[in-house]
Structures are given as C-alpha cells and as structure tokens.
C-alpha cells in the first residue's frame, strides 16, 4: 500500500510546491509504514526525475505522452497506477485542481483541499484544512476507503529525505477530449504561489512609473511582486500578479504590503502569509489590524530607507 505522489514541472524542472508534495507524503509514509512513489507527467531528464529521491520517493513513474492540460488521460493513468494505494497527495496547483477533482469521482475517494498538517490519524484519514477563504480550521475525517490531499502551498515545507530512486517510463495513449493551442508562460519570474517572500504594492504608488523601488525591494529580498486588484484593473501592472479573494491566494513567510488599504477582498487572499508588513500613510488604514509590523508613513521614503539598510546587512 504505497503512497502516490501527483508531481509537476514546470520547463522541465520541479519546483518547491512539487518538492514538498513529496516531503509530506514522505512522512505520511512513515506513519503507515509504506514507502512513497512520484508520478510525473512531463518531459524531466533522469536526473531531475532523481530529485524526487532527495524528498523521499523510492519509486518514480514517468509518463511523457500525455499532454499537459489533458485532465482525463492524466486522472485515468493516476486511476490505473495508484489501486494499491489509500492515499493520494497532491500539491495545490490550478492543474493539480482539475485532475485531483476527476481522480476523485473515478476512484470513489474522499477529497481534502487546503490541508495544511499532516493527518492527526490515518485510520481514518483525519486532517486540518484552511476553510473560509483561511479564516477558520476544519478538522475533517474522510470515511472512504481512499483519501486525496491536496496540501496548501507552503503549509509543510520541503523536508530532504534521501531514498534510493528507482525510475520507469510508462506509455499511454492521451484522450482527444482536450487539447492546448498555445500556453503563455511567466519566464524568468518566481511564481506567487511558491515564494517565500512577497512585496506587493497597491494605489498608494500613484502611478505605474513608480513600480521600480518595489521591484527594487523585491530584488534585495529574492522576492516576488504581486499587487492590489485596483492596481491590475486599471493596468498599472499583469492579472498575473493579482493577489485577493478574486487573484491568487498566496502564502508566503513574509508579505510586504505596500499602499494597499487592506480591504476585505484582499486580506481573504493573504492572511496565510505567516508574517505582514504593512507600510501606509493613512493610520486607519484596515491593514494594521491584521499586520504583524506596521509602518505609517510614506511609502516613498520609507522604502528606498528600507532597501538601503537590507543591502548593508546582506
């Protein structure tokens, strides 16, 4: 009775949230005395599929036909090749959504989105989930035979756990119900779901042309760059760096926010983020309730003050 992992890549190289799909599944293996095997769908070299051995896979099986976006063949093969297995672990990704969902109906097994710990009890499966756009915590019990987790991103961490990795190449034939006719790819950029660190930015920036010193911080930091919904509507910045109820709900260790007032919407989106930073001229501002640090002042002397003195300490 193995435990499957549902592994991504992206340009042929696993990221974080793939790493630590595996480092949880890994210790859940531990509890059930059973060992972890990786399942990858894309075109990784040997030697990226090997790093999966770092986190704990013992077994990987790699299928390169089936075409990314084709939900049905990916959930028929997860279908066909986890039988043995009563848990099924997946990193919370949009792809991951899709097929998780189809794997679920095919198999008759329980689902668990936003988990953020692993089970307290595997018999049966009992789990904590962030529930209300991460206000509340569910405990939740799956009574069927198989569970499918879908773990939070950045809610275990990537954990090394060294095994001897075996790898198979496995054939299919991909379903013709789906099929991509192009893909547009974020090159260069860490993602929003996966860092560590984020500097967002919201209105109280004025003006596009003033983006440069939170790019800058975001540089010092290794961070990403997100914004306000306001910001991305009126096109100061991309959708993609959209976070909020209606963007990317993100949860990073550290979340700068910067001339963004703090309104509902957006706080459903961040309040998983372990630490905030707000930084804002208006004292009322709804954001410091749920800060951890908060600065009032302005946004553009306080920030090229802040980049100064992170440099002299890196």
């Not at 299928?63 to 028929?76: F, L, M, P, R, W």
């Not at 500097?199 to 939170?214: D, Q, T």
């Amino acid at each position: 009775m193995s435990i499957i992992v549902y592994t991504e890549s992206w340009e042929e190289k696993f990221r974080k949230s793939t790493f630590e799909a595996v480092s949880y599944a890994s210790e859940v293996a531990k509890m059930l005395s059973t060992n972890v095997i990786a399942i990858s769908f894309g075109e990784e070299s040997s030697e990226e599929l090997a790093k999966l051995g770092n986190y704990g896979a013992e077994k990987v099986l790699a299928c390169n036909q089936i075409e990314k976006g084709d939900s049905e063949a990916t959930s028929n093969f997860l279908a066909e090749n986890s039988i043995d297995a009563n848990i099924i672990v997946f990193a919370t990704t949009n792809t991951s959504k899709m097929i998780a969902s189809r794997l679920s109906a095919k198999i008759k097994a329980g689902i668990v989105s936003n988990v953020i710990e692993l089970p307290s009890e595997v018999s049966p499966v009992t789990l904590k989930r962030k529930s209300f756009s991460s206000k509340a915590i569910e405990q939740v019990k799956v009574n069927s035979d198989k569970a499918i987790i879908c773990l939070a991103s950045n809610s275990y961490g990537v954990i090394e756990n060294h095994k001897n990795c075996s790898i198979e190449k496995k054939t299919i034939n991909s379903s013709e119900n789906i099929r991509f006719k192009g893909q547009e790819i974020a090159n260069g950029k860490l993602s929003l779901a996966e860092a560590e660190i984020i500097v967002s930015a919201g209105r109280g920036l004025k003006g596009p042309e003033n983006w440069k010193m939170i790019e800058d911080l975001a540089e010092t930091l290794g961070a990403a760059t997100a914004c306000s919904k306001p910001v991305s509507d009126i096109g100061w910045r991309s959708h993609d760096e959209h976070v909020g109820q209606t963007g990317k709900a993100v949860a990073p260790n550290l979340y700068f926010a910067i001339g963004i007032s703090g309104a509902i919407q957006h706080l459903a989106g961040v309040n998983s983020s372990k630490v905030m930073v707000v930084i804002n001229t208006d004292p009322e501002a709804p954001f410091f309730k749920s800060a951890d640090y908060g600065i009032v002042g302005d946004a553009f002397e306080i920030v090229p003050k802040l980049i100064e003195e992170i440099k002299k300490i890196r």
